[in-house]
């Protein structure tokens, strides 16, 4: 790193400061205006698996470029893992993260605040305390919002009561509050959506691992899937284990079986599937999915509530300026996980400091890799590598794939050690 | 650092433009290449400039040559792996190559003093 790049933060604000109050303030103004860092000002929304990686590459890119991040919480409870707490493997504590180190280590502004207007013509991202950012590049990595119209009678409030836990937090706490508290031969009724949606191996993992609990501490109860789908992510290998582990406690009826789910009756704790009902002791209903609502005001997404955009840099090909990565957008054939938001993050910082420098962005590659576990020590993947073809994010031919079945328990176990190994990998590329 | 010191007392007229405009051309950091997009794609698992803090192996500073061969003898089916087998099918010689070079030169990035 050459010496010109060490401008620290309050070198900056003062070159700021001083721009602003200079004789020559029209002119300074306007230079500072469109180049407050050297290459140029982006903001980042969504401090998740997506945005935090797109502000610290781009800062690794080229750090002259100012990056702010825009964080609602002052924490982020990751997804992944968060099946771990409901088992009761791990405390909360576990897939708690905070900002402080990425914001220092990279020279990342990080401001917890609500965006409650993003102005793509204006290039401006106001926030609810009633400041506003310019932008020369806008990062959007907002995640989800879980459509409460689309199951009959699964509101807001009845997630309280059934809850989906598919944002991790206090919905993660709920559940496990619930499954500690349910009676031994209860039934846990799991209800995931039709595609697409955050996280496919997810309700599958979640199933294996709140049987691991019930087999240990209420052996007599069962977990019933309900699915608005005919088949799932890794679903042989998840079958093999589910029969392996725990013998009939899962059942999965896929929808041609009866199980698509279309709304819930909160007062009997039923939930309606399209031609009878089930009784649940705790039901986690888990809601179609699309992108995040301000994804939508800002005018980022199509008919089919996700936000298209230019696969190569995930520019939006609605609004000017603004990158969307992560679940929100549409990335070809990569999954909605947060390995794939990881690896969008850096092809989105590339393009963006490639174009803010004037420079022809590097070709752009992508990998996700995937760990679920069906128990503690027994670990299952998938790993694809993407490329772009013909404009679409395409898996390499050849490439990926899941583990194997019928191996032998010790390539279990060192994918479940791996699985942490993952864990630990990515929470530190994002926050630190 | 000398430089900003310059633009602090520069600024108060034209000067102060000529020199940012000047100051926004040059660039920070050596930006985007190809052999770094390849390789930041793996420190999901092997952790930020492949310095892994968990049980999968890291990458930090190992000369290229050995990551270059470790990954075409996974993608070959030479060198037995649970999930790197599957990965290493993804890149071609070439892509490896580069890819490994990124890893073997860690020390430009972190020389924040």
Redesign the interface.
Same mark, same amino acid.
Request: glycine letters at 10%; aromatic letters at 8%; proline letters at 6%.
């Given at each position: 790193?050459?010496?010109? *790049? &060490?401008?620290t933060d309050t070198?900056r604000r *003062?070159?700021l400061k001083?721009?602003g109050s #200079? @004789?020559?303030l029209g002119?300074?103004g306007t230079?500072?205006t469109a %180049?407050a860092g !050297?290459?140029?000002r982006v903001v980042v929304v969504g401090g998740g698996f997506g945005g935090t990686i797109a502000a !610290?590459?781009i800062k %690794?890119? *080229? @750090?002259?470029?100012e990056v702010t991040l825009v964080e609602k919480n002052p924490v982020y409870y990751t997804c992944p893992f968060s099946n771990t707490v409901l088992a009761g493997m791990n405390s909360m504590d576990r897939i708690t993260h905070d900002y402080k180190k990425l914001a220092q280590n990279n020279d990342i502004k990080v401001i917890h605040d609500e965006v409650t207007a993003v102005d793509p013509d204006g290039k401006k991202v106001s926030l609810k305390d009633g400041k506003a950012l310019q932008y020369d590049k806008l990062v959007m990595s907002p995640g989800i919002s879980l459509d409460f119209n689309a199951l009959e009678g699964y509101d807001e409030s009845a997630a309280d009561k059934m809850p989906h836990a598919w944002k991790a937090g206090s919905q993660t706490r709920r559940l496990r509050t619930q499954l500690e508290n349910m009676k031994d031969g209860g039934t846990v009724i799991i209800a995931p959506p039709d595609n697409p949606f955050r996280c496919p191996p997810g309700p599958y993992e979640r199933a294996s691992l709140i049987a691991h609990y019930l087999k240990q501490n209420k052996p007599k109860s069962r977990v019933v899937i309900l699915d608005s789908k005919e088949k799932f992510s890794k679903m042989a290998l998840f079958q093999d284990a589910w029969a392996e582990l725990y013998g009939n406690m899962i059942e999965w009826w896929p929808k041609s079986q009866g199980g698509e789910v279309r709304g819930v009756d909160i007062a009997k704790m039923r939930v309606l599937t399209v031609d009878d009902y089930w009784k649940a002791d705790v039901a986690n209903v888990i809601p179609p999915q699309r992108a995040n609502q301000i994804a939508q005001d800002t005018g980022l997404t199509n008919e089919s509530g996700w936000c298209p955009v230019d696969q190569a840099n995930f520019q939006s090909t609605l609004q000017d300026d603004i990158h969307v990565i992560g679940d929100a957008c549409i990335a070809g054939a990569m999954p909605k996980s947060g390995?794939a938001a &990881?690896?969008q993050g850096?092809?989105a910082? #590339?393009a963006i400091?490639?174009e803010l %420098?004037?420079?022809k962005? @590097?070709?752009?590659?992508?990998?996700n890799?995937c760990y679920s576990l069906a128990a503690p020590q027994y670990g299952i993947?998938v790993?694809?590598?993407?490329?772009l073809e013909d404009g679409k994010i395409t898996g390499?031919e050849? #490439?990926?794939?899941v583990?194997p079945r019928q191996a032998p328990t010790s390539?279990r176990t060192?994918?479940a050690?791996?699985a942490?190994?993952?864990?630990? #990998?990515?929470t530190?590329?994002m926050f630190? | 650092m000398w430089r900003s010191k310059i633009a602090l007392t520069l600024l108060g007229g034209t000067a102060a433009l000529t020199l940012s405009t000047a100051m926004a051309g040059d660039a920070g950091g050596k930006g985007a290449d190809r052999s770094e997009m390849l390789a930041v794609t793996c420190a999901g698992c092997h952790g930020t400039d492949g310095k892994s803090p968990g049980p999968i192996p890291a990458l930090h500073g190992l000369p290229a040559d050995y990551i270059a061969d470790a990954m075409k003898a996974f993608r070959d089916g030479k060198r037995p792996a649970t999930v790197m087998n599957r990965i290493a099918k993804g890149y071609s010689d070439a892509e490896i190559d580069k890819m490994a070079e990124a890893f073997a030169k860690p020390g430009e990035d972190d020389d924040d003093e």
């Amino acid at each position: 790193m050459s010496e010109e *790049d &060490n401008m620290t933060d309050t070198q900056r604000r *003062d070159f700021l400061k001083l721009a602003g109050s #200079a @004789p020559a303030l029209g002119l300074l103004g306007t230079v500072s205006t469109a %180049r407050a860092g !050297k290459n140029g000002r982006v903001v980042v929304v969504g401090g998740g698996f997506g945005g935090t990686i797109a502000a !610290k590459y781009i800062k %690794r890119f *080229d @750090p002259s470029v100012e990056v702010t991040l825009v964080e609602k919480n002052p924490v982020y409870y990751t997804c992944p893992f968060s099946n771990t707490v409901l088992a009761g493997m791990n405390s909360m504590d576990r897939i708690t993260h905070d900002y402080k180190k990425l914001a220092q280590n990279n020279d990342i502004k990080v401001i917890h605040d609500e965006v409650t207007a993003v102005d793509p013509d204006g290039k401006k991202v106001s926030l609810k305390d009633g400041k506003a950012l310019q932008y020369d590049k806008l990062v959007m990595s907002p995640g989800i919002s879980l459509d409460f119209n689309a199951l009959e009678g699964y509101d807001e409030s009845a997630a309280d009561k059934m809850p989906h836990a598919w944002k991790a937090g206090s919905q993660t706490r709920r559940l496990r509050t619930q499954l500690e508290n349910m009676k031994d031969g209860g039934t846990v009724i799991i209800a995931p959506p039709d595609n697409p949606f955050r996280c496919p191996p997810g309700p599958y993992e979640r199933a294996s691992l709140i049987a691991h609990y019930l087999k240990q501490n209420k052996p007599k109860s069962r977990v019933v899937i309900l699915d608005s789908k005919e088949k799932f992510s890794k679903m042989a290998l998840f079958q093999d284990a589910w029969a392996e582990l725990y013998g009939n406690m899962i059942e999965w009826w896929p929808k041609s079986q009866g199980g698509e789910v279309r709304g819930v009756d909160i007062a009997k704790m039923r939930v309606l599937t399209v031609d009878d009902y089930w009784k649940a002791d705790v039901a986690n209903v888990i809601p179609p999915q699309r992108a995040n609502q301000i994804a939508q005001d800002t005018g980022l997404t199509n008919e089919s509530g996700w936000c298209p955009v230019d696969q190569a840099n995930f520019q939006s090909t609605l609004q000017d300026d603004i990158h969307v990565i992560g679940d929100a957008c549409i990335a070809g054939a990569m999954p909605k996980s947060g390995y794939a938001a &990881n690896s969008q993050g850096k092809v989105a910082a #590339a393009a963006i400091v490639s174009e803010l %420098r004037g420079q022809k962005p @590097p070709e752009p590659s992508w990998v996700n890799t995937c760990y679920s576990l069906a128990a503690p020590q027994y670990g299952i993947s998938v790993a694809a590598v993407y490329e772009l073809e013909d404009g679409k994010i395409t898996g390499v031919e050849g #490439a990926g794939g899941v583990s194997p079945r019928q191996a032998p328990t010790s390539t279990r176990t060192m994918e479940a050690i791996y699985a942490k190994g993952w864990y630990n #990998a990515i929470t530190e590329d994002m926050f630190t | 650092m000398w430089r900003s010191k310059i633009a602090l007392t520069l600024l108060g007229g034209t000067a102060a433009l000529t020199l940012s405009t000047a100051m926004a051309g040059d660039a920070g950091g050596k930006g985007a290449d190809r052999s770094e997009m390849l390789a930041v794609t793996c420190a999901g698992c092997h952790g930020t400039d492949g310095k892994s803090p968990g049980p999968i192996p890291a990458l930090h500073g190992l000369p290229a040559d050995y990551i270059a061969d470790a990954m075409k003898a996974f993608r070959d089916g030479k060198r037995p792996a649970t999930v790197m087998n599957r990965i290493a099918k993804g890149y071609s010689d070439a892509e490896i190559d580069k890819m490994a070079e990124a890893f073997a030169k860690p020390g430009e990035d972190d020389d924040d003093e």
